[in-house]
């Protein structure tokens, strides 16, 4: 057999035999000549690539019946090489994959291309092999990355569709965008918004398409004004359409999400409807009740500090508990005149600048006489440096103090102690009321700042509150740029703070 090998010198590749010898030797691919019937010469990365020692192993013998490395696989067979190699003489080029084997029986993945080399009427092939196995791999690898995604994209309840940039016709959509349209996907692919919008809305759907392949933006939300009557009816869209460039910077394709509001815009115009309702009636109460009271309470206080006569004792008192009453009503209707204004932003802040220590040593003073009457214990910590002057609104600070020590004193029994601090905080001035009152359960707490609520147990001690005034504090300390919180336990007392910062 040796006899019979015939290597590339042989061949009288004469000028170019050196450059591509050099070539052949150094390619990291594996580059074999061949006849139909026999291996010629072969590269080192051959021997490489399929555990050979030698050159021997592969010249003169016939690419059929060479050495274990090429035995079929089940899938590859030789009947398919010798097929292969025809097609390359024929056509004058025959590429490929093919499960190879090496000497060590293992498998890879190649690609194959097969080149006819004319040599003085003899027919010779090149033979140029490349492992593939980790391109297979990653290919692999991307299958099962795609997979979750495309599952994703066919369960998610919002229509994603994609359509091609050059006659903005569907290519893809997934199975809430045939729920949502009312057309299998066998009749929406390869067509486009004017097969199933409307004219007027078709025409305005591509010429947003149209903005975001000009360049105009990258990413487009639609109006959710937009309706769109389609097999199913009118129904209300928010779509958002987002421009998919290849390397060039050219638009490829246009990404679409869509989410049928129609049912949600609809709850929300009710909502809308309830809540109008709502502050037109607390309104309307509101004004109609406070007006009438405002002129009972200057009558009542009139007749108690005896502009029409002395009264008798019993008369004086029971005319005490009915301006008390009268005046605590009017103040529940500001509150809730108050607390609809903040929902509606018609909230200002009139700023000026406030000495916070005097008006908390005013209110403590107040605070003194509620406290006298259930024998509370009341003590002012006075703060040990100078509080700065802070901008803000004085009535509104004046309320928020107020309520939390209102609260102390309301749900704090009998011969109880409450304690208040003003003190600086880094950045911030901290006021702080505690008590030794009821205190609010553990798993009610982060509903104490919202409006109308009340703690289980707080009716024990008040059992007509409105529940606003916490909410009311909350907003007016926000409004100054503060934080206010709790910290409670049940049975054994609360702390109720809020700071805000300095001028």
Avoid at 136 to 164: C, G
């Amino acid at each position: 057999m040796e006899e019979n090998k015939i290597t590339i010198g042989e061949l009288g590749y004469r000028e170019s035999e050196e450059k591509y010898r050099a070539l052949f030797e150094s390619s990291s691919d594996a580059i074999m000549l061949l006849t139909s019937d026999q291996f010629l010469d072969c590269n080192p990365a051959t021997l490489k690539m399929f555990g050979c020692k030698s050159r021997d192993e592969f010249l003169g013998k016939h690419p059929g019946q060479v050495s274990p490395q090429f035995q079929p696989n089940g899938r590859d067979s030789y009947e398919n090489a010798n097929e292969h190699i025809a097609n390359a003489f024929k056509n004058g080029k025959e590429s490929f994959e093919w499960m190879h084997r090496r000497v060590d029986g293992t498998d890879f993945p190649a690609e194959v291309l097969l080149t006819p080399i004319k040599f003085e009427n003899q027919p010779i092939l090149q033979a140029t092999v490349r492992d593939i196995t980790e391109r297979k791999q990653a290919e692999e690898a991307l299958r099962e990355s795609k997979a979750p995604t495309e599952t994703i994209v066919e369960h998610i309840p919002l229509m994603i569709f994609l359509k091609e940039a050059k006659n903005l016709n569907f290519v893809l959509f997934n199975r809430a965008g045939e729920d949502l349209l009312g057309y299998s996907r066998d009749n929406l692919i390869g067509k486009n918004d004017t097969d199933f919008f409307p004219p007027r809305e078709a025409a305005f759907f591509m010429a947003k398409d149209r903005e975001v392949m000009n360049g105009m933006s990258d990413v487009l939300d639609i109006p959710e004004e937009s309706i769109t009557t389609l097999k199913r009816g009118q129904r209300l869209l928010h779509t958002k359409k987002i421009c998919i460039r290849g390397k060039d910077g050219v638009t490829k394709y246009l990404m679409g999400i869509s989410e049928d509001i129609t049912e949600r815009k609809k709850a929300e115009e009710h909502l809308k409807e309830l809540n109008d309702v709502r502050s037109k009636f607390i309104s309307i109460i509101s004004h109609q009740l406070r007006t009438p009271l405002t002129a009972i309470n200057w009558n009542l206080e009139a007749i108690l500090e005896g502009d029409f006569g002395k009264l008798d004792e019993t008369t004086h008192k029971f005319l005490q508990i009915t301006h008390k009453e009268s005046v605590e009503m009017a103040r529940r209707i500001n509150d809730l005149l108050i607390t609809i204004d903040i929902e509606e932003g018609r909230m200002v802040l009139e700023k000026e600048e406030i000495n916070l220590e005097s008006i908390v040593g005013e209110i403590v003073a107040e605070m003194m006489k509620k406290c006298a009457l259930k024998n509370i214990t009341c003590r002012y910590i006075a703060p040990t440096v100078d509080i700065p002057a802070i901008d803000g609104d004085g009535e509104k600070i004046r309320t928020v103090i107020i309520k939390l020590m209102e609260n102390a004193v309301a749900y704090t029994k009998d011969d109880g102690k409450i304690s208040i601090k003003l003190e600086m905080e880094n950045d911030m001035i901290r006021f702080e009321v505690k008590d030794n009152g009821v205190g609010i359960p553990t798993h009610e707490q982060h509903h104490i700042f919202t409006r109308f609520f009340r703690a289980s147990n707080a009716s024990i001690m008040q059992t007509d509150a409105f529940g606003l005034g916490l909410f009311i504090a909350k907003s007016f300390v926000e409004q100054h740029g503060g934080k206010i919180g709790c910290e409670s336990k049940e049975g054994e007392g609360s702390v109720f703070w809020f700071k805000i910062p300095y001028r």
